[in-house]
């Protein structure tokens, strides 16, 4: 997700970008620093530590049959993120999802 923020950055792409990141409620994101380094007007980085909050954000954005999403995590939260996203309307065709390590 860092290397899509800092492309967009070096590209100058001023599309809107909602980066939610799901996260341990004990734990600081590991690499919320360098991700957040690209955050602006057009694009915000919040991490969000239940999937409540997730359906929560997902639900404030505008419409989503136009919006797209990339998911990357654990298995367990990616199905949680495809889960939520389904939930609220987003198109399965505009989800895109990559399982990264083992679920802890």
Request: proline share 7%.
């Amino acid at each position: 997700m860092r290397a899509l923020l800092a492309e967009l950055h070096q590209r100058r792409d001023r599309r809107r970008v909602h980066l939610l990141w799901l996260v341990n409620p004990n734990e600081e994101p590991y690499d919320l620093a360098a991700v957040t380094t690209h955050a602006d007007d057009a694009r915000t980085v919040l991490p969000v530590a239940t999937v409540a909050a997730l359906a929560a954000e997902v639900s404030a954005w505008g419409p989503r049959e136009t919006c797209r999403a990339y998911v990357a995590g654990t298995p367990t939260g990616v199905a949680a993120a495809l889960t939520t996203l389904a939930y609220a309307g987003v198109p399965a065709e505009h989800i895109s999802h990559d399982e990264i390590g083992p679920d802890d």
